[in-house]
């Protein structure tokens, strides 16, 4: 049984520094990582990569050949990947005795709740290899700071979420740079949390842009709160205790830690109920880590007028 996480996310949100910073971590702690790329966009990699795309196809030659833009190419080459399977099979099995995979995927969001090909590409993956994944999807921190976006955000996780069908984590990266664009509307675990969102709509209805689809926005909405499916993590890549939490999550979610014990169920159980003072590093630890309160961010607007 192998183990190991398909990164995801929107273009920007971080994943191959993400993979780059995970396999260091993994390392430290002992574990042999494999780094494999399937972006066949990213051209300039960070870390060593065991196993590359580039050598079966490259996004360049099929926008020559085929005349296709970065969008069209990079579907077309997930679809040629799903064809040619096994050769990311008979690459991946000499790793598979002792190394945690990290897939690298690439940043089209469309790939992951509307085409087929790179589900099926995992799917095959899980069943011929018998792997345990879990989805690591990558959400950038600072969308929080515009409602628009962050609803955006949450639409996207979940159909994400519900297309994958794998154990899900969502995550804020860059939590470091969250009020970068501008400060939060509310506390930090109204984000993570997702929260009542029906306090989102007077802050929509300040923007213009918003206010016009207002109604739309509220069904969007309902539909989130409805599944309730969707919260968030969050994640500072450059952070050893941020970094481990995450660990911890994911380990949980694929099983890795279940891995090498042979106990009773209630041993089990044990193990899989998180901390009591989980909640209290999840966000308020965070939020006083890298957000400033208002009284202090109320003084240094004060002293800017």
Same mark, same amino acid.
């Given at each position: 049984m192998v183990f190991g996480q398909v990164v995801i996310g929107p273009p920007g949100s971080g994943k191959t520094t993400y993979c780059n910073g995970m396999s260091q971590f993994l390392s430290l702690i002992g574990r042999k990582v494999a780094v494999i790329n399937l972006d066949p966009a990213n051209d300039a990699l960070p870390y060593e990569c065991a196993i590359n795309i580039e050598d079966l196809i490259k996004l360049s030659d099929v926008m020559a050949e085929h005349s296709l833009g970065p969008n069209g190419g990079l579907v077309y080459?997930? =679809?040629?990947?799903?064809?040619n399977i096994d050769w990311l099979e008979s690459k991946l099995k000499p790793l598979l005795k002792d190394h945690y995979l990290l897939f690298d995927f690439p940043g089209q969001v469309e790939l992951f709740f509307l085409h087929q090909n790179a589900k099926r590409v995992v799917m095959k993956l899980v069943k011929n290899l018998n792997l345990r994944l879990t989805a690591v999807h990558l959400v950038d921190a600072h969308l929080c700071s515009?409602?628009?976006k962050y609803v955006s955000a949450l639409l996207l996780s979940l159909s994400t979420m519900l297309h994958l069908e794998l154990p899900h984590i969502n995550v804020l990266s860059k939590i470091d740079l969250i009020e970068s664009y501008g400060k939060l509307? /509310? !506390?930090?675990? /109204?984000?993570?949390?997702?929260?009542?969102?029906?306090?989102?709509?007077?802050?929509l209805d300040q923007d213009p842009r918003s206010a016009k689809y207002r109604k739309l926005t509220k069904e969007l909405c309902e539909v989130i709160e409805d599944y309730s499916l969707v919260n968030f993590t969050t994640l500072d890549i450059q952070d050893k205790e941020s970094v481990g !939490?995450?660990?911890?999550?994911? =380990?949980?979610? !694929?099983?890795?830690? /279940?891995?090498?014990? =042979?106990?009773?169920?209630?041993? /089990?159980?044990?193990?899989?109920?998180?901390?009591?003072?989980?909640?209290?590093?999840r966000v308020a630890a965070v939020q006083e880590k890298y957000m400033k309160d208002n009284e202090v961010f109320d003084n240094d607007n004060s002293e800017d007028k």
């Open positions: 080459c997930m =679809d040629y990947l799903e064809k515009d409602p628009g509307a /509310f !506390n930090l675990d /109204f984000y993570t949390d997702v929260q009542d969102l029906s306090y989102l709509q007077y802050h !939490n995450l660990v911890k999550l994911i =380990d949980k979610s !694929n099983g890795y830690i /279940f891995a090498s014990i =042979d106990a009773s169920a209630v041993e /089990f159980s044990k193990i899989a109920v998180g901390p009591v003072d989980w909640d209290y590093y």
